[in-house]
T-cell receptor, first 116, second 112 residues
């Protein structure tokens, strides 16, 4: 079946502009995650959505970052007033939350964001 | 605090040679462990995972990993590397919550 998709694949923007990154999870997956991958770094957790529960936003680095998930499916990560340090690959993942936590996250191809 | 260490930032092997990528974790509870591979410009693809049971886990693309509780390790192995295995490899751990802890990755280069 279809995997996790993300758009755009690449985004170049000027410092101070707002950007929106989109994630379409695997159909039926109730959990959705956003990560940031900076050059030479591991994956940094940003935010987690599970069904209709309040999202875990504990990883968002500043109030310039926000995310929504509409209808329990598509998610949008918004970065306002972008800064050069926001340049990174933003990865989305989804999973079907299995009881006991034995779920597996499936990743999209990512959006490479470059802030000039 | 929970952590995952991949001590090797870069590894270079010749095509056909064996491969072992190291992963050590620091965790109080029984961990759930994963290996992912990321090819250039791509997202992460799951290679294999360990939840319980047999400590030697088989994955896709001929990879395997062994969970050693006494050494807090989950090393990834492949008996014969192919040029297409050149990529970055990430180890991850969770206690069964949604929060994965990822290592910083090991970049594999394969010499022809």
């Amino acid at each position: 079946g279809a995997g996790v998709s993300q758009s755009p694949s690449n985004k170049v923007t000027e410092k101070g502009k707002d950007v929106e990154l989109r994630c379409d999870p695997i159909s039926g997956h109730t959990a959705l995650y956003w990560y940031r991958q900076s050059l030479g770094q591991g994956l940094e957790f940003l935010i987690y959505f599970q069904g209709n529960s309040a999202p875990d936003k504990s990883g968002l680095p500043s109030d310039r970052f926000s995310a929504e998930r509409t209808g329990g499916s598509v998610s949008t990560l918004t970065i306002q007033r972008t800064q050069q340090e926001d340049s990174a690959v933003y990865l989305c993942a989804s999973s079907s939350r299995v009881q006991g936590g034995r779920d597996t996250q499936y990743f999209g191809p990512g959006t490479r964001l470059t802030v000039l | 605090a929970q952590s995952v260490t991949q001590p090797d930032i870069h590894i270079t092997v010749s095509e056909g040679a064996s491969l072992e990528l190291r992963c050590n974790y620091s965790y109080g509870a029984t961990p759930y462990l994963f290996w992912y591979v990321q090819s250039p410009g791509q997202g992460l693809q799951l290679l294999l995972k360990y939840f319980s049971g047999d400590t030697l886990v088989q994955g896709i693309k001929g990879f395997e990993a062994e969970f050693k509780r006494s050494q807090s390790s989950f090393n990834l192995r492949k008996p014969s590397v192919h040029w297409s295995d050149a990529a970055e490899y990430f180890c991850a751990v969770t206690s069964g919550t949604y929060k994965y802890i990822f290592g910083t990755g090991t970049r594999l280069k394969v010499l022809a």
